[in-house]
């Protein structure tokens, strides 16, 4: 059991944000009328899943407020990085800067047996990532399909997303795709490889014409904010079918890159845009990190989010590689009690200086403030 929280309102802070945004999703998806009815035709089942999936939220939310209460952190959001494998080299991404290991990635029964857990505990929405999680695309489906309560987000480069691919993607009531890119064709080719942009576009219409709510992660630097706001690139990626869009600002996982974050004017500009997007198109609009300050800080390790990495390490988040327990060993929920992460979440609000993380850039942060309790 851990201590309890020094502040206990950005809990409610964050139920409030995580109810919000369902809502908001819904009334996207409810709003593309024409679209929503063409794909409940063919697959009906989505109406139940949804309302399954609704009920699950809230039951969710009263066990996380109930393990609070007993002195347990238990995040709204858990990441997996099913693999660290990928099809591509994109530069600057955080899995290439981690050290290969020689031992097995976690298995199907491992997942299964950690989505149960997360269940049990209330954490709303499992985040598939990697390396290319599409590399396992078959362990993928059959994990939400045997928690059909829980919202698995899936996020692809789309290299892999052919049509029995997004066949098997749309059959999933449960599993939303979010599909990477960093703007118009000369941006994301730029880090993605040739040709990457029109496989975007080529997914994106397979997504479209099977899936009732997908998405576009978009990675945002110094270099490209301009254009990935400029409101013609909106535009251009609703028309694709896209109903959501992740904006993700860059965090320097590969030495060398740091002047690609974007400069705290930058950060300020690309909050209040999704505040404008969510108003003015049809579509849902989230930004990570986010606004940090609204909730006091960092949400890693645990105060909004947690990341497992492919050989069951519990870390922070996807780019701090430190861990002190593993989950092929601990239950989930001890192992969200660690000394590391407990740590980690007493420091939460010093941990994103001018957008660096410190647990990156001075990895000996974390052993000082820990000395000066």
């Known amino acids: 059991m851990t201590d309890k929280a020094p502040e206990t309102g950005y809990h409610h802070l964050m139920e409030n944000v995580n109810r919000g945004n369902l809502r908001r999703s819904l009334r996207v998806i409810l709003g593309d009328f024409t679209r929503t009815i063409r794909i409940l035709l063919v697959r009906p089942s989505r109406i139940p ?9 809230n039951r969710a939310l009263k066990i996380r407020r109930r393990l609070k209460d007993e002195g347990y952190d238990i995040p709204v959001m858990m990441l997996v990085s099913i693999t660290s494998r990928c099809n591509l080299s994109c530069s600057g991404c955080y899995m290439q800067q981690r050290r ?9 029964n491992e997942l299964k047996s950690l989505a149960a857990q997360a269940e049990e505990l209330g954490i709303s929405v499992v985040g ?13 489906i059959a994990l939400a399909q045997s928690f059909p309560r829980i919202v698995f987000t899936l996020n692809t480069n789309g290299l892999l997303i052919d049509e029995e691919t997004a066949e098997e993607i749309a059959a999933c009531e449960n599993l939303v795709p979010f599909i990477s890119l960093e703007g118009f064709r000369k941006e994301t080719d730029s880090r993605r490889g040739h040709g990457m942009y029109d496989q975007v576009l080529s997914a994106c219409s397979l ?20 254009e990935v706001l400029d409101e013609t690139f909106i535009r251009t990626m609703i028309a694709t079918g896209a109903r959501a869009f992740i904006f993700i600002q860059y965090v320097p996982a590969e030495p060398g890159t740091e002047d690609l974050v974007p400069t705290p004017e930058q950060r300020r500009l690309l909050i209040a845009s999704i505040k404008e997007f969510n108003r003015k198109y049809p579509a849902f609009f989230i930004g990570i990190p986010g606004e940090m300050e609204m909730f006091g800080g960092c949400l890693a390790a645990g105060r909004g989010f947690v990341h497992v990495n492919p050989y069951g390490d519990l870390e922070p988040c996807p780019i701090v590689p430190i861990s002190d327990t593993n989950l092929k060993t601990t239950p989930l929920k001890d192992a969200l009690q660690s000394p ?4 980690v979440r007493r420091n939460h609000r010093s941990l994103h200086p001018n957008g660096r993380c410190v647990l990156r850039t001075n990895p000996r942060w974390l052993d000082e403030q820990n000395s000066m309790e």
């Open 340 to 343: 590391l992460l407990r740590a």
């Open 128 to 140: 598939i990532i990697g390396g290319e999680p599409l590399l396992r695309h078959h362990e993928i």
């Open 100 to 108: 290969p290991r020689g031992e097995p990635e976690m298995s199907l």
């Open 207 to 226: 997504m479209n014409d099977r899936v009732l709510f997908f998405g576009l992660a978009v990675t945002v630097s110094q270099r490209n904010i301009g």
């Open 49 to 57: 899943a949804g309302v399954r999936i609704l009920l699950h939220q």
